[in-house]
């Protein structure tokens, strides 16, 4: 089945000031729309950005089902526009979907609708270094009905917003021992809603202790670190890059994926396996080289300057040479079109 997208514009706000307003805060003009309901999506539309009206027995209010994803759109150094690997997100979209028993949106319907999207918003795209519009497509269970079931109906959404940096400086993170974020055959691995509320808790205790972040650790026994807040975690630990494999647990990041394959392309030595706290304590400890940093669409590479470990902080490197920064730079050159995207990532407009 093809859709055809219809667009109701509306002129863009005048003298918005991008650069200072808070990650997220700041809609663009307009919003991608469209309902399904008996097992059809229905009217795809981009409208002008407004509040949505709801009934308060709508299911989504009550029991959760709602998936998310986000992305970004860049302009690359020629003045083309490139969202950065819309297939990869789109793919975890859909897994996160299932889990949740929710409708796949057809990835033709999908793309024309972010394509069209950004088309329209380009206005909206920072044209800096930092600067890069992110977009997020959700989908919410939209049937109306008190009642905990799998809904029938559904609302998927494409909105936008600009962004700079997401953190201006290194974080203090804090390994958490006694609360859980996912455990073996739960949602971990999907991007839905619950995950995130049941993570501000255990996050709001460290904040207060003057953390910006937990380390999650496994359900069992506390044992191994999973990941961070919204990001995956990355270590270098003497020169190698080390980071915990994927499992039912942690999202399968679009960022880890590509920080991952251009240390490969790098020829960095790269280790993919479990890492114990006790090991990170000890080679802490020790006095090795460990560089800690976060890796996410949001952050994108978001260095780690303090690590408490069973209440004892431990300094990690972030100096100018870090090989992070590495990382960083080579990716940030990829999606700018200043290197070859060997890997086809970018979804140039
Ligand atoms: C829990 C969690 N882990 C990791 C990530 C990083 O994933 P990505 O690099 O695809 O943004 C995110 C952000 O989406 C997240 O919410």
């Given at each position: 089945m093809s859709?055809?997208?219809?667009i109701q514009t509306q002129e863009k706000k005048s003298s918005v000031d991008t650069q200072s307003a808070p990650f997220g805060v700041m809609p663009t003009d307009h919003m991608f729309i469209t309902e399904y309901k008996e097992c059809q999506w229905n009217n795809p539309r981009i409208v002008p950005f407004a509040s949505i009206n709801m009934s308060p027995l709508t299911l989504c209010l009550h029991y959760g089902q709602t998936v998310f994803e986000g992305m970004k759109a860049f302009y690359m150094k020629d003045g083309h526009i490139n969202i950065f690997?819309?297939?990869?997100?789109?793919?975890?979209f859909n897994k996160s979907l299932h889990r949740m028993c929710m409708p796949e949106v057809p990835e033709d319907l999908f793309m024309d609708a972010l394509h069209q999207f950004?088309?329209?918003?380009?206005?909206?795209?920072p044209n800096d270094e930092e600067g890069s519009l992110y977009l997020r497509p959700f989908m919410i269970a939209s049937e109306e009905r008190l009642?905990?079931?799998?809904?029938d109906e559904y609302i998927f959404f494409i909105v936008g917003t600009p962004v700079h940096q997401y953190y201006s400086k290194p974080l203090k993170i804090k390994v958490e021992t006694t609360y859980t974020r996912a455990v073996d055959g739960g949602t971990g691995f999907a991007k839905c809603g619950g995950n995130y509320g049941?993570?501000?808790?255990?996050s709001q205790l460290a904040k207060e202790k003057g953390f910006d972040q937990v380390v999650w650790t496994d359900s069992k026994h506390h044992e191994f670190i999973e990941e961070s807040g919204t990001m995956n975690l990355m270590f270098f630990i003497d020169g190698t890059l080390v980071t915990p494999p994927l499992s039912g647990t942690i999202l399968d990041g679009v960022t880890r994926d590509s920080l991952l394959t251009i240390a490969k392309d790098l020829n960095f030595d790269i280790q993919v396996r479990p890492i114990s706290i006790n090991e990170l304590k000890e080679a802490l400890k020790a006095g090795k080289k460990v560089e800690a940093f976060g890796a996410g669409t949001a952050a994108v590479v978001a260095p780690v300057e303090m690590i408490s470990i069973f209440d004892k902080e431990y300094t990690c490197y972030t100096g100018a040479d870090a090989q992070m920064f590495a990382l960083k730079q080579a990716l940030y050159r990829i999606r700018k079109g200043v290197d070859e995207d060997k890997h086809h990532w970018n979804d140039v407009l």
């Open positions: 859709y055809s997208i219809s690997r819309p297939e990869k997100h789109y793919e975890r950004v088309q329209l918003e380009t206005d909206w795209i009642g905990v079931k799998v809904s049941a993570s501000f808790y255990p």
